[in-house]
């Protein structure tokens, strides 16, 4: 599942913004500003109740060109459930290769080490997620890719917006960005701040690609 269009559109967004709370209750409203703003792919984590729902729920409110995704994707049956929900991709904070290779959408699995993200690629992961990314930082990535090329990378986890361009600018396809990007929008936080600072990060990919 290597050039599938629903990784091209997770890639052309740039930014998957990670939505991740104790309830969804307030996702709907975080992804209207998301979307907005311009960011089109949402990763809704398995870890806030009610996810399964959530992602059902964005898939009608959303247009077909914002693709929803599941996160923290750790069994067969949460992927089963996360699918069955409407999500078009799945992410792991880990790898398991049967998860990858039995998925019927794209999976990008966790991986935070040369071999990992190979073998992350060998079994069919059209893109590996470099987990937790901030503590390895933008020059981990270059020197990884320089022996590596083939394999597209996006890392997830500490990236603050700030750091975004550099990422990119490093040879990612694109990264995850959780808290710093969503803050406490999900929480009853102001939405006016949320959009504000995904302008600012919907801004940093423009740069980085210019």
Do not use: C, N
Not at 34 to 59: D, F, H, Q, Y
Not at 108 to 122: L, N
């Amino acid at each position: 599942m290597r050039d599938d269009q629903v990784t091209q559109a997770v890639i052309r967004s740039g930014i998957v913004a990670i939505l991740r709370a104790p309830t969804s209750d307030g996702f709907a409203a975080v992804a209207d500003v998301l979307v907005g703003a311009g960011i089109t792919a949402l990763e809704v984590t398995l870890t806030s109740r009610g996810a399964v729902e959530a992602i059902a729920g964005l898939r009608r409110q959303l247009p077909d060109t914002v693709a929803v995704g599941a996160g923290t994707i750790l069994t067969g049956d949460e992927a089963k459930a996360a699918v069955d929900a409407g999500a078009t991709f799945l992410v792991s904070p880990v790898l398991d290769k049967a998860l990858v290779a039995a998925s019927p959408v794209p999976f990008y699995p966790g991986t935070s080490t040369p071999t990992e993200m190979y073998e992350a690629y060998q079994a069919g992961a059209p893109l590996v997620k470099l987990f937790p990314a901030g503590g390895l930082g933008p020059r981990f990535l270059r020197d990884v890719r320089g022996p590596l090329p083939q394999i597209d990378v996006m890392p997830t986890g500490g990236i603050k917006i700030e750091d975004i361009a550099d990422w990119l600018l490093a040879g990612a396809k694109a990264v995850g960005v959780g808290s710093p990007l969503i803050g406490d929008a999900a929480t009853g936080g102001s939405m006016k701040a949320l959009a504000a600072r995904a302008r600012h990060a919907v801004s940093a990919v423009a740069f980085a690609r210019s």
